[in-house]
T-cell receptor
Framework: KAGVTQTPRYLIKTRGQQVTLSCSPI?????VSWYQQTPGQGLQFLFE???????NKGNFPGRFSGRQFSNSRSEMNVSTLELGDSALYLC????????????FGEGSRLTVL | AQSVAQPEDQVNVAEGNPLTVKCTYS??????LFWYVQYPNRGLQFLLK??????LVKGSYGFEAEFNKSQTSFHLKKPSALVSDSALYFC?????????????FGTGTLLAVQP
């Protein structure tokens, strides 16, 4: 069974640009979550989607947005990039709320110059 | 609010010796606790979880964790460390008692196993 796939793996942007990251969950998983990982702040929850609905949102500015499609694939978008947005963005999928564990992708490493 | 604490930034252990990575938690209600491991430039891999049941939870790669309600701890253990166990370990708690899949992670503990 294929794991969680994130694209692109690496990208470099400049301040003010926007970026879209993609995540394909494990087949059959309907819950997709996004996390930001930085050396200073650690792992922080961005949002969770289930069946195309945002179920929970972390404490991030409105520049961070996401969506989920009918096939459970998800995208997150960051507009007006700032230097502090440089991070590893991790996507995770889960079969259901009850099973608990998340399965993470390899991440998309974003560098903002 | 739910939280977890990992008091050690780094743990050093010799190969073949037992290892312990510490985690304490603070929750309202029943805790849903997890351990994940991260290798350099990789995503997180699930090791084990405690939701209910036996206090000793067995997981992947020979790891286990002991849930202690009175001490609010969920320490990760392995009887005999391998050099390949060297990685960053995260303890996590489900934020809202299970209503969603949002996890609150600890700051991570770097495990270094010397040959």
């Amino acid at each position: 069974k294929a794991g969680v796939t994130q694209t692109p793996r690496y990208l470099i942007k400049t301040r003010g640009q926007q970026v879209t990251l993609s995540c394909s969950p494990i087949s059959g998983h309907r819950s997709v979550s996004w996390y930001q990982q930085t050396p200073g702040q650690g792992l922080q929850f961005l949002f969770e989607y289930f069946s195309e609905t945002q179920r929970n949102k972390g404490n991030f500015p409105g520049r961070f947005s996401g969506r989920q499609f009918s096939n459970s694939r998800s995208e997150m978008n960051v507009s007006t990039l700032e230097l502090g947005d440089s991070a590893l963005y991790l996507c995770a999928s889960s079969l259901s709320r009850e099973t608990g564990e998340l399965f993470f992708g390899e991440g998309s490493r974003l560098t903002v110059l | 609010a739910q939280s977890v604490a990992q008091p050690e930034d780094q743990v050093n252990v010799a190969e073949g010796n037992p290892l312990t990575v510490k985690c304490t938690y603070s929750v309202s209600g029943n805790p849903y606790l997890f351990w994940y491991v991260q290798y350099p430039n990789r995503g997180l891999q699930f090791l084990l979880k405690y939701i209910t049941g036996d206090n000793l939870v067995k997981g992947s790669y020979g790891f286990e964790a002991e849930f202690n309600k009175s001490q609010t701890s969920f320490h990760l253990k392995k009887p005999s460390a391998l050099v390949s166990d060297s990685a960053l370990y995260f303890c996590a708690v489900r934020d809202d008692g299970g209503a969603t899949n949002k996890l609150i992670f600890g700051t991570g503990t770097l495990l270094a196993v010397q040959p």
